[in-house]
């Protein structure tokens, strides 16, 4: 069963805390991506790269890190920087520009 | 310039209805405009896609209308079902360069179609 897996489906953080997300592909896609979704704002790009090793970021990558040591995983941490990290995440992964992007199921996050 | 705007935010259709929803963009350099459509707690899911060489294109019952001069692009579904109830994205990105399938997106639809 090929595409993108992201765990866990459900995390819970308390404040000061940092948690990681993980995200893994099957694709063999060069290219992976972190989106954040807010209600009524649809999904925002907090960090992508395009090989391993390397990675930019996005319109929200404050409070946020990732890396890539594999060309399968991306994970994404959610550090106490971030002031406000209750969302709904979605990790996706394509193959260049122009081709479609595959998103996983997402890992909501709530702080408590 | 890197926006894409988006409407309505929310629709309601009857069954059998036409659902229209459209995106509106600025920058130029845009080539590639996929429609994604996202069900409650799930990731979205690849609909359909266009680039701008052609101002048509048909899958099944939904078909990406694109005007080039006007910047924009619209969905349109036909014989809307319940089933097809969803918040739709559109999405847009360039080729090439630093992008690398880099993809903005529209704030989103809700549509719901009523029995």
């Known amino acids: 069963d090929g595409g993108i897996t992201q765990s866990p489906k459900y995390l819970f953080r308390k404040e000061g805390q940092n948690v990681t997300l993980s995200c893994e592909q099957n694709l063999n896609h060069d290219a992976m991506y972190w989106y954040r979704q807010d209600p009524g704002q649809g999904l925002r790009l907090i960090y992508y790269?395009?090989?391993?090793?390397?990675?930019q970021k996005g319109d929200i990558a404050e409070g946020y890190s990732v890396s890539r040591e594999k060309k399968e995983s991306f994970p994404l941490t959610v550090t106490s920087a971030q002031k406000n990290p209750t969302a709904f995440y979605l990790c996706a992964a394509t193959q260049g520009s122009g081709s479609e992007q595959f998103f996983g199921p997402g890992t909501r996050l709530t702080v408590l | 310039q890197q926006q894409v705007k988006q409407s309505p935010q929310s629709l309601i259709v009857q069954k059998g209805g036409i659902s229209i929803i459209n995106c509106a963009y600025e920058n130029t350099a845009f080539d590639y405009f996929p429609w994604y459509q996202q069900f409650p707690g799930k990731g979205p899911a690849l609909l359909i896609a266009i680039r701008p060489d052609v101002s048509e294109k048909k899958e099944g019952r939904f078909t990406i209308s694109f005007n080039k001069s006007a910047k924009q692009f619209s969905l349109h579904i036909m014989d809307s079902q319940p089933g097809d109830s969803a918040t739709y994205f559109c999405a847009a990105s360039t080729a090439g360069g630093t992008s690398y399938g880099k993809l903005t997106f529209g704030q989103g639809t809700i549509l719901t179609v009523h029995p």
């Open positions: 790269s395009q090989i391993v090793n390397d990675f």
